[in-house]
Structures are given as structure tokens and as C-alpha cells.
């Protein structure tokens, strides 16, 4: 059979070693009426047949080329150097434990290591955590920490933020007793205002209106953020944003269907003890050589129980490394250079589409980085029209937002070549 | 052996990377953009070549223990081998290149294997629906004991307590914790098993849950579980299971058959996902039929031979993460599933707990043994009989990754005083179980002659026992405005005081 080792000389000889006769003796604890006789599922198969099922089922997806992809909405198609996946596929990465023996971690622990001061960097904010699951559960997790820190039960969502990360903030926030608010002035009982910069539909805020506003009212301002965007746009850190989240995808993970990507969270100093999952320091040993252990593990399920800041204990460490690496790999510069010819590919993309007859710009008074949305006349004929060309058209936001049927979004990134746009507007047009 | 950071690395001259031009007309930021909208400055990333960056990596990767090079004798995490099909699955451009948005017409297969791997799930638990929403075992805790709270509101029954045994996963307090409820403890017997004298002291009209882990976290099968179930449900209290402990006996019994009303089950403990040095895993949750409509929304539905994602669930909990899970890890799972069978699995789960009992018998004699055998896949020894020499859990620990193996879990259960526990998988050989027992007996039998020596365990490790008491001063210092040294992070050493 697959992956077992033993045969049935090993097992015949481990049993006389315990002293026991069959297997059943070691299973005496379980009640006879609970005992079954295996399981309801076929029988296992060879590798190659196993493959054949698993490959069967992808070919019943359809995957559209990554330059003809448009559809954003919080999952991106980025360009992923050839060196994040050579990393990550090193099995002492990703067939590691989570680095409890920190000395036999150190890969791991540095590598995290890097990540967090990777993420503060370009949050501009004092600490990072290893990582959370996603971009949503870390909106929910930072309205907790702004809950505990404050002693208030209300959080605002500020705009249009991801649908989804509201109804997981929603789900959370049922179990602590946090009201979710949309919109509406921050008051004495608003533990924090949490806005998305570039928002869902892919429109900049006045992150620091709302940050000021936050403020005045003893709240705190958590900016769910767009890490790309962050080469060029400022950083939460530069406007008082207590509190910085956001969605990792774009560093160097793969689509899947939405997942595993990982949620990344960022705070000032005197938020770190609020800070939910691991985070790793550095520590020396007897002979002063320098290492990385997991730290301020007092704040953590495994010491603290019910009083942890969280409950979380896997993370995303292996998303977490890909994203070290593709932020190593690309530097500040080369981070600089993807986001803006993002940036200048999506507003040419903008204008042109734009100009189709009955096309025209939602909110054209509002500024955008990458992502924008259009009012877009009978849009799901549109769309379905696009995917008979092989072409993955914008997002119908109009499903979660009843005043916005009909605006679709549009996505460009550096991997729409100057070729793709062309196709897009071309199929529009015939 | 260290190396060094990435940032320490950096050299200012180094050419970015080369990377596409927008060649198209359009404008730079600064140009539209107001100036308080734009970065101040670049942030402070490495600035590397690729050939430095692989290597540096490639360092890093060599100064890690992990499962395809050491055996990771971990109690309770359940680190068996990660087949490498399941890498190549989760990697067809079918399932990594899809957006969650796509229309359901164009992911079908996808929907077809959550919905295939939920049935295989349904089979070896015995339940009747699983979310695949959950991304971790703790999340996959939090989420059952969100649906258990909706069940009792929907009966209009306000039900405020969830009791944990003593020897419980921390993550099963913070969960019930994080989900509203106030924690009641209970009690393990002297034979290590729950005090059903005190179970029955604590559950009253105000009992939501017990969650529970069968075996439970010292290995032992709880022999009265159908009397726990019983008592549980005759207060209207539901049992929740901590899917933990399900490598002991897939193919051999079922919680659903013991009387689980909701089971969440980790695919990177029991189903070989990697552990990835601490995730992504997936915990999805199994329910009963009376829980399903809470489950989390979507669901995966068939109708008419086409599957769709149902998002129309009144009486759901909601969405507990974004899109749908972490699909690349299901497929993994799914892929397992497949290879292994019904009649693989369990096979895994007998050979699992045959291994057990061999280690634990090989031993039994250097190691004290708290409680009677037999095991299930996992035992829980106690280091307390080297007290006397100096020696502590720690020691050992460290001393078996100077030989080559992982440290076992140590210090857990909390119950156990100098707990050493063991899980060897049914992926690890004979000649694997015999030479960690050999490496046992080599180290219990240094603490007589040379405890000091395993005090100062590891020495063949890229760094010796690493100081976190003064690491949490430092750290103390900075967030008390002491110290510009934020520990927690590089900072750039030109940029001063913060």
C-alpha cells in the first residue's frame, strides 16, 4: 500500500515485541459495538491511475490565460518569479514543523524572521506577526485586538470594503459581542474603523480622514491594504493607521481557487501584546551566537487557553516564505516597477474602455491604482460574450452591492500585456 | 553555522530585476495622484541578485529539521510522510490558475472534488455534512463551537459554558473562549481518562458543549464514551470532537458513532498535507444532520448532476473565511484519499497504533509510563524519573535533535509532570522506531554519568539553546520605550531612534 512501511513480517515481529497476539489486543479500550469492519470508500489506487482521477477533474475547469485575465476582486494574477516556487518546493520548507525546537528551525524561524520585518517595512509599522490565514480572517482578527484594546464593542466598516472580509468580521465579531456598523461617525462606543485602501471596487480613500476621524473619537484606524500598491502609495504607517491588514496574495501565490493565500497584519509598538498567532525574535545562545525563536509566547493558545489573544496556532508560514521571497526577489525597485506599470496599463485600459458606446466610468470623480469599476450596459451578456473569446472579463459587483448593478470591475496588472488590452478592447468592439 | 539576513545581505548597487515596461500611454502616479496619496519613500526591502537570493535561501533551507530528512516523533501533530503526488496535484494549472470568481459552468471539476472530498470526509467520521471552510484545526474549533451557539439560539436555549478536559489542546479553551462561551475544566482520573464523577459536576442547564479528543491527548481511548455521549446529550448539551487524535483509528470506529454531533478534522495532521513550518493546513468540520443548517455559507450542492456553490442558508453561521477554503490544500487531501483507499487508511490507522505500542514497549523501561498501555497511535511518557539527576524533559529533548531526530512534545499534556509524548506515525520503519528506542536509551543512561553534558544539548545544531528569557527583556525594553532595538523585526541601523 501507498506511504506504509511495515510488512507483515515487521508488524508479525512488532506484535511479539509488545507481547500481544493481533492488532484487536492493542484495540481492547474501544467498545466492540463501536468496532467496524473498514471503511465505505473504494479501495486505494496506483499513483498513476490516482493521477489520472485528480487530472480528470482539473480538465473539467476551465483556466483562462493569465495575460486575458481582468477579473480582480481581491485575487490577482501577478507575475511569480521562477525562484518562489524553487524555494518553497525545498521539503526542509515545506515538510517542516511549526519551529517549536527553535534549533532545529532556524531556517524557518529566520525565514519568518524576514517576512515580518519585510511586512513592516512596508507597512511602515513598528512589528508584524508570522502570518494569519487570509485577508479577511486578518480584518476580523485586528477588530478584536482594537476590541481588547479599547474596551468598546462596535467596529465600523468604513466604504466598500471586500464583501467577504466583512461577513467573516461579522461572524466573529457574533462570538465576542462586536457589532459591525456600516459607515456612520465614529463614536465613544467605536472600538475601531477599519476602511480598505484601494477599496473593493479598486477606488483610493482619504486614508487619513479617516484615520483622523478614528482618532478623535478614541478609536483606532485599521487600513486593510494592497501590498503592491503599496510601492507607490503611502503606507499605513505614514498616516497614523493603528492597525495595518491585508490580503498576501499577490506575493507570489497562485490563484487556487482562493486559498491557501495568507493574511498579513501589522500594528505600532504598543499593540504588539494584542497581536494574535506567532512572532518570532531574535535570542542568542551560551556562546553568543545569534538566533530566532518564537516570542512573547504568553500572548498565545498554548500558554494562555482561554485567555489568548486568539485561538489561532497553524498559520501560513509556507505563503508567509513565498512572500519573503517574491519581496526579495523584487526589491524596492522592483516592486516600484510592477505596480506602476500596473498602474499605467489599468488607467490606459480605463480610458478605452470607458469610450465604448454606453460604457461609462462609476465614480469617474475618484482616483484608482489598478482596479476600477465601469458601468457596463447588459454586463453579464458582456462577460459571457468575453469568455467565448478565452477572455476572463471584470467582476459584477452588483451581487453583493444592490446600488452598483450593472458596474463591473476591471483588473490590469503587468502580466495584461500592452497585446492583451488590445484583445479585450478588440472583442468588446466586434 | 548561521547565516545572515536577507537585509544584512542587501547591497545598494544590485540592479533590480528585469521586468516588463508598460508599453502602453498612460500616466505615473505622481502625475494624478495628490502627494499625500503617494509614498514619502521606498521601503527599506533587500536589494539582492537572484544567485544570492537562492543561495541564501538554500542556506536557510539547510539549517531546518523536517519530515523528509528526520523522524518527527511529535506527539499529538501527527507528522507522517507528505507524498510528493500531492504536490504535483495541487500544482495542475487546472486547479492552482483558477480564480474563485469564476463562473460555476467553468469549475466543475473543482466543485466535483470539494464535493467528493466532503463524502470521503462524511465516510471515515461518520457524519452527514462537512465544511471545507475552515483554514486550521483551530479555526475548524472555533467554527463548530460558532455552529453549536446558533443551535442552541435557534432552540431559544441560552447556553453559556463549554467544558474542556485538563489535558486539552490550548487551542480548544481559546476557541470556546473566542466563540463566547466561559471555559469550565474538567478533570482527568487517575487512570488518565475524563472523571465522568466530575464530568457530571460540571454539565448542568448552562453546558453548550464538551469537546473532547478521542483517544484522548495521552493516547488513551476513552473506553466509556458511549455513557460521556449519553450524559452529554441527556443534559442538551452537544459533543464536539477535536480532530487531533483521527489517525488512531480511521477504518476502526467512528466519532459519529460514538455520539459526535460536530468533528473537525486537521488535513495536515491525518490526510499528509505538509505542515509547511507551520501551515497553511485546512480544519474542516463535520456535523450532523441537526447542525447542518448552520454550517458556513457556501455550501457544495448537487442538483441535476451539476454542482453549484449555495450561498441561500438563512440559518448559517455565516462565512468564516474568504472564498472557499484552502482549496490547494484540499486537493492535496483528496489526492491522499484516493491513493490510500478505504482499505489504506485503514490499514495506516492499525499500523500507526502498532507502531505506538512497539516504541512504547522498547521504552518502557528507561522512561516512566504514567498510565497503563494500551496506546493508541500516540503514548505519553514522563522524564520525572531523571529528576533526581538534574535532568529535565528539555534535556532529552534536546538531546535527541543532537542525534538526529525531532524533539516528541514536551510539557504537554500539562497534566503529566515532565511529559514526553511520543507519535511515530505509520510512515516511520521499524529500524526508524529501533534506533530513536536505541537513542533513548543512550541519553537516559548519560543522565547518570553526564547530566551536565545533556544540559548543554544541542551541540551540533546551527545554535545552542537560545536564550528567550533575555530575548523577552530586550523585547520588554522596546515596547517600553527603553530600547530603539525592536528584536521582533530588522530595522535599518542608519534610521536611529524610532
Not at chain 1, 105 to 130: H, K, M, R, W
Not at chain 2, 167 to 179: D, I, K, Q, R
Not at chain 2, 411 to 417: A, I, S, T
Not at chain 2, 449 to 460: A, S, V, Y
Request: a negative charge.
Amino acid at each position: 500500500m501507498p506511504y506504509l512501511v511495515h510488512s507483515p513480517e515487521d508488524r508479525a515481529a512488532m506484535l511479539e515485541t509488545i507481547g500481544v497476539r493481533s492488532m484487536d489486543d492493542l484495540l481492547v479500550d474501544i467498545p466492540q459495538s463501536l468496532r467496524l469492519d473498514g471503511l465505505q470508500l473504494p479501495d486505494g489506487l496506483s499513483e498513476l491511475e490516482t493521477m489520472a482521477q485528480v487530472s480528470a477533474l482539473a480538465g473539467r475547469n476551465r483556466v483562462y490565460p493569465d495575460r486575458l485575465t481582468f477579473r480582480g476582486g481581491g485575487v490577482y494574477r501577478r507575475f511569480i518569479p521562477a525562484a518562489v516556487a524553487a524555494v518553497t518546493s525545498k521539503p526542509e520548507f515545506y515538510t517542516a514543523y511549526t519551529p517549536y525546537q527553535a534549533e532545529a528551525s532556524q531556517g524557518t524561524l529566520q525565514a519568518i524572521f524576514e517576512y515580518q520585518s519585510l511586512i513592516a517595512e512596508l507597512t511602515a509599522l513598528d512589528v508584524s506577526n508570522a502570518s494569519l490565514y487570509d485577508g479577511a480572517t486578518a480584518v476580523a482578527e485586528a477588530a478584536m485586538m482594537a476590541h481588547v484594546h479599547t474596551g468598546r464593542n462596535e467596529v465600523i466598516v468604513s466604504g466598500y470594503v471586500h464583501p467577504e472580509y466583512v461577513q467573516v468580521l461579522k461572524a466573529f465579531g457574533d462570538g465576542r459581542g462586536i457589532k459591525v456598523r456600516k459607515d456612520g461617525e465614529p463614536n465613544k462606543k467605536t472600538a475601531a474603523v477599519i476602511f480598505q485602501q484601494p477599496d473593493f471596487l479598486g477606488l483610493l480613500v482619504d486614508p487619513r480622514a479617516i484615520t483622523t476621524a478614528a482618532h478623535d473619537a478614541g478609536a483606532l484606524a485599521i487600513a486593510c491594504v494592497d501590498p503592491i500598491s503599496l510601492a507607490i502609495l503611502a503606507p499605513p504607517g505614514e498616516y497614523g493607521a493603528d492597525i495595518a491588514v491585508g490580503e498576501g496574495q499577490q506575493l507570489g501565490l497562485a490563484p487556487s481557487f482562493g486559498g491557501p493565500h495568507v493574511g498579513f497584519i501589522a500594528c505600532k509598538k504598543d499593540l504588539v501584546r494584542k497581536l494574535p498567532g506567532r512572532l518570532v525574535g531574535i535570542a542568542h545562545d551560551a556562546r553568543g551566537r545569534r538566533g530566532f525563536v518564537l516570542a512573547l509566547a504568553a500572548r498565545e493558545q498554548h500558554i494562555r487557553r482561554e485567555k489568548a489573544t486568539s485561538n489561532i496556532c497553524t498559520n501560513h508560514s509556507l505563503c508567509a516564505l513565498a512572500a519573503a521571497v517574491y519581496l526579495t526577489y523584487m526589491g524596492p525597485y522592483g516592486l516600484r516597477q510592477v505596480a506602476e506599470v500596473s498602474f499605467k496599463r489599468a488607467h490606459n485600459l480605463a480610458e478605452r474602455l470607458a469610450a465604448l458606446p454606453g460604457w461609462e466610468r462609476a465614480f469617474p470623480e475618484r482616483q484608482f491604482v489598478n482596479e476600477f469599476p465601469l458601468r457596463v450596459p447588459k454586463a453579464p451578456a458582456v462577460l459571457r460574450k468575453l469568455s467565448r473569446k478565452g477572455i476572463l472579463g471584470g467582476l459584477e459587483v452588483g451581487r453583493w452591492f444592490r446600488e452598483l448593478k450593472g458596474v463591473v470591475t476591471f483588473t490590469c496588472t503587468e502580466v495584461n500585456d500592452a497585446r492583451a488590452l488590445d484583445e479585450l478592447v478588440e472583442a468588446l468592439r466586434s | 553555522m548561521t547565516e545572515a539576513l536577507s537585509f544584512e545581505l542587501s547591497r545598494p548597487a544590485v540592479d533590480p530585476p528585469r521586468l516588463p515596461e508598460a508599453d502602453v500611454s498612460g500616466p505615473n502616479p505622481a502625475d494624478v495622484l495628490p502627494r499625500d496619496a503617494l509614498r514619502s519613500r521606498p521601503p527599506s526591502l533587500p536589494r539582492l541578485s537572484e544567485p544570492e537570493i537562492m543561495r541564501h535561501y538554500s542556506r536557510l533551507a539547510s539549517l531546518n529539521y523536517s519530515i523528509s530528512e528526520n523522524f518527527y516523533p511529535l506527539g499529538s501533530c501527527t507528522m507522517k510522510y507528505n507524498p510528493v503526488v500531492n504536490e504535483a496535484a495541487a500544482a495542475l494549472p487546472g486547479f492552482a490558475g483558477l480564480h474563485p470568481y469564476q463562473d460555476e459552468d467553468s469549475v466543475q471539476g473543482a466543485l466535483e472534488l470539494m464535493w467528493r472530498l466532503e463524502q470521503a470526509l462524511c465516510a471515515v467520521v461518520g457524519v452527514d455534512r462537512v465544511t471545507l471552510q475552515p483554514a486550521a484545526g483551530a479555526h475548524g474549533e472555533w467554527t463548530a463551537l460558532r455552529m453549536i451557539a446558533a443551535f442552541h439560539n435557534s432552540r431559544k436555549e441560552n447556553r453559556t459554558e463549554v467544558l474542556v478536559p485538563d489535558s486539552a489542546h490550548g487551542t480548544n479553551p481559546a476557541s470556546a473562549a473566542l466563540s463566547g462561551f466561559h471555559v469550565v475544566e474538567v478533570r482527568s482520573g487517575p487512570d488518565g481518562r475524563i472523571s465522568l464523577a466530575d464530568l457530571e459536576s460540571k454539565l448542568s442547564p448552562r453546558t453548550a458543549a464538551l469537546m473532547l479528543t478521542n483517544p484522548n491527548t495521552l493516547g488513551l481511548f476513552e473506553r466509556e464514551i458511549l455513557d460521556i455521549a449519553e450524559m452529554v446529550h441527556a443534559t442538551g448539551a452537544m459533543l464536539y470532537y477535536d480532530g487531533a487524535n483521527l489517525n488512531a483509528f480511521m477504518g476502526i470506529c467512528r466519532p459519529g458513532d460514538m455520539g459526535f454531533d460536530a468533528v473537525h478534522m486537521n488535513l495536515h495532521k491525518t490526510f499528509t498535507t505538509p505542515h509547511g513550518g507551520g501551515g497553511p493546513g485546512a480544519g474542516p468540520v463535520g456535523v450532523k444532520s441537526e447542525l447542518a443548517p448552520f454550517l458556513p455559507s457556501p455550501t457544495v450542492e448537487r442538483s441535476n448532476g451539476h454542482l453549484v456553490l449555495d450561498h441561500k442558508r438563512p440559518q448559517s453561521i455565516g462565512r468564516v473565511r474568504s472564498f472557499y477554503g484552502n482549496f490547494g490544500m484540499l486537493v492535496r487531501a483528496y489526492t491522499y484519499i484516493l491513493a490510500m483507499g478505504g482499505d489504506g487508511l485503514s490499514q495506516a490507522s492499525q499500523d500507526a497504533v502498532l507502531s505506538a505500542n512497539y516504541l512504547r514497549k522498547l521504552v518502557e523501561t528507561d522512561l516512566e509510563m504514567p498510565h497503563e498501555g494500551p496506546c493508541m497511535h500516540e503514548f505519553v511518557a514522563s522524564a520525572h524519573n531523571l529528576h533526581d539527576d538534574g535532568v529535565r524533559a528539555l534535556d532529552v529533548a534536546k538531546a535527541l535533535l543532537d542525534r538526529n531526530f525531532y524533539a516528541p512534545t514536551v510539557y504537554f499534556p500539562l497534566v503529566v509532570p515532565e511529559a514526553i509524548m511520543v507519535e511515530p506515525t505509520e510512515t516511520e520503519s521499524r529500524a526508524t522506531l529501533d534506533s530513536f528506542a536505541q537513542a533513548i536509551k543512550e541519553i537516559v543512561a548519560q543522565a547518570k554519568t553526564d547530566p551536565q553534558g545533556l544540559r548543554d544539548e544541542p551541540k551540533n545544531l546551527p545554535v545552542g539553546r537560545l536564550d528567550e528569557v533575555a530575548a523577552a527583556r530586550r523585547i520588554n525594553a522596546y515596547l517600553q520605550g527603553q530600547s530603539d532595538d525592536p528584536v521582533l523585526r530588522w530595522k535599518a541601523p542608519s534610521e536611529g531612534p524610532s
